[in-house]
């Protein structure tokens, strides 16, 4: 589960600096450029079609252009999620989703940070303690049933904006809402995602 053979590389530098990830053995990873909405929305169709399924096309447009909209709203640069090539249980359980997060007269990344670690007990992961991490768990509704999702959130200062601005990864898991915090599947998600968030480095420019 916690196999480290996928990188995640943002080289274009056009939302935050040039960087390089290590994400799970299978998982996807885009850009959320009009370019890869459409290449998504084009595989999907096809998908679609391959098993005579053609009435979910407009519906499924629909919500990956409304998922696009509001994470680029939110200053997203990057989504992944598991592939086909994943472990069958990971295929639509989970997605991470990297942001920009830029600090306000209002509310500075410090006071975001001391926020979690009172009410999320956040907590520094990797060997020189620079991303921070912590989780929450909120109830939502999935096809009707009742159903929680854990959020787990990184936090790293982006070089030279004097902690001003910070890149944002955010992992959400879907799991059954009786489902322990101590459960040895969520625990097991959080050890894989801390892995690989610890590899998260900045490129030379």
Do not use: C
């Not at 274009?12 to 040039?18: A, D």
């Not at 200053?75 to 295929?91: D, L, M, R």
């Not at 991303?131 to 096809?143: C, I, L, M, N, Q």
């Not at 936090?155 to 898991?173: D, H, K």
């Amino acid at each position: 589960m916690n196999s480290l053979r996928a990188e995640l590389l943002g080289e274009t530098g056009t939302v935050i600096p040039p960087y390089r990830m290590l994400i799970p053995a299978g998982w996807e990873a885009h850009d959320l450029s009009a370019a890869t909405e459409g290449d998504l929305l084009g595989r999907a169709d096809a998908r679609l079609r391959s098993v005579g399924n053609t009435a979910l096309g407009p519906l499924l447009r629909d919500q990956v252009r409304d998922v696009f909209t509001q994470l680029r709203a939110r200053g997203g640069f990057a989504y992944a999620f598991p592939g086909e090539a994943s472990p069958t249980w990971a295929i639509g359980a989970a997605s991470l989703v990297g942001t920009k997060r830029t600090a306000t007269p209002e509310l500075t990344l410090d006071q975001i940070v001391q926020y979690a670690i009172v009410n999320h007990a956040a907590e520094p992961i990797g060997d020189d303690h620079r991303v921070v991490r912590w989780t929450e768990r909120k109830r939502v509704a999935v096809d009707g049933e009742d159903a929680t999702t854990l959020l787990i959130t990184y936090l790293i200062p982006i070089p030279g904006s004097r902690r001003t601005e910070a890149v944002q990864w955010t992992v959400t898991v879907a799991h059954d809402a009786d489902m322990p915090d101590d459960h040895p599947s969520l625990i097991a998600w959080r050890t894989l995602f801390d892995v690989h968030v610890a590899s998260f480095a900045w490129l030379e420019q």
